[in-house]
């Protein structure tokens, strides 16, 4: 049985980071600029290594049908996945992203169609363009998680570890900050691992296999002790989340991926 005496509290950080009157400044929203600056930034840094063939121009083209694609598939598979009837009912609030309310499948749907029509419009292939991209990923991941945080929202199931915080409006008793779990999983441990495997040659589609792959297994990991949303609540007989199910086909598609890239490389080599 857990003890749900106070352990640390949350520090109830103001999620308005700057109030101009008519206009606030959201951490949330700086956190999601922040990711793209450093995203641009870092692929500027890829696009020099020798025998990659981009243009600073077309970086910062990539970063910005990359942040359509986040910002509306964000928001879209936040209302189709997670909460479809108060969408119904209330569409114009699809409209404020500053509020918090990010899908991460749907942002990657809407990624992966922006890295589609780039591909397309540069004549690239499809992968060409996800195993350059994909390795910035998480530093947009682990911010947004960050801006999660702030926000006092997504956090985890009740729990009596030393870390364990009080959330405002979960109930009064600690609980796993998962956020940070995320924050440190999906954006610093994976941003990690992508960089240092894509810092050499790789096989066309390993990189992209690798990303969905490891953050498939991260996040169906922290789900384990990440509070589901109350109006969805576990599925499949008390156990698995919404988050796991969207998962599970990241990570049957990333070992895929891998297979046809190594299989691919095997080829070659003979």
């Known amino acids: 049985m857990l003890n749900y ?14 109030d101009l009157g008519i206009v606030q400044v959201r951490w949330y929203g700086l956190t999601y600029l922040a990711g ?14 020798p025998g990659n063939r981009w243009t600073s121009d077309e970086v910062a083209d990539l970063i910005f049908y990359g942040a359509v694609g986040v910002i509306i ?20 609030d699809i409209l404020k992203v500053w509020q918090g309310g990010m899908s991460f499948h749907g942002g990657l749907i809407g990624v992966l169609l922006a890295i589609g ?27 947004g998680r960050i801006g999660n945080f702030i926000n006092g929202e ?15 409006g979960a109930g009064g008793i600690p609980r796993h900050p998962s956020q940070l779990y995320e924050a440190f999983l999906e954006g610093l441990i994976l941003f990690a691992i992508l960089w240092w ?47 796991q199910v969207l998962s599970v086909p990241m990570i049957v ?11 691919q490389q095997n080829r070659t080599e003979k």
């Open 5 to 18: 005496s106070p352990m640390i509290t949350y520090p109830n950080i103001d999620p308005i980071a700057l």
């Open 36 to 49: 793209l600056a450093i995203a641009w930034w870092l692929l500027n840094i890829r696009a020099r290594d």
């Open 73 to 92: 598939g964000g928001r879209l598979g936040s209302a189709l996945f997670y909460n479809l009837p108060y969408y119904l009912s209330n569409p114009i």
């Open 117 to 143: 029509y780039f591909a397309r419009k540069t004549q690239r292939r499809f992968f060409e363009v996800g195993d350059f991209l994909v390795p910035v990923v998480p530093v947009g991941l682990g911010l």
């Open 154 to 168: 997504l956090w985890g199931a009740p729990s009596d570890l030393p870390w364990a915080m009080v959330f405002p």
């Open 197 to 243: 495997f894509s810092s050499s040659p790789r096989s066309r589609m390993a990189v992209s296999g690798l990303f969905f792959l490891f953050y498939g297994v991260f996040r169906s990991l922290v789900e384990l002790v990440r509070e589901p949303d109350a109006h969805i609540g576990y599925l499949a007989g008390g156990w698995l989340t919404m988050g």
């Open 253 to 263: 598609l990333g070992g895929i991926l891998l297979y046809r890239a190594y299989k």
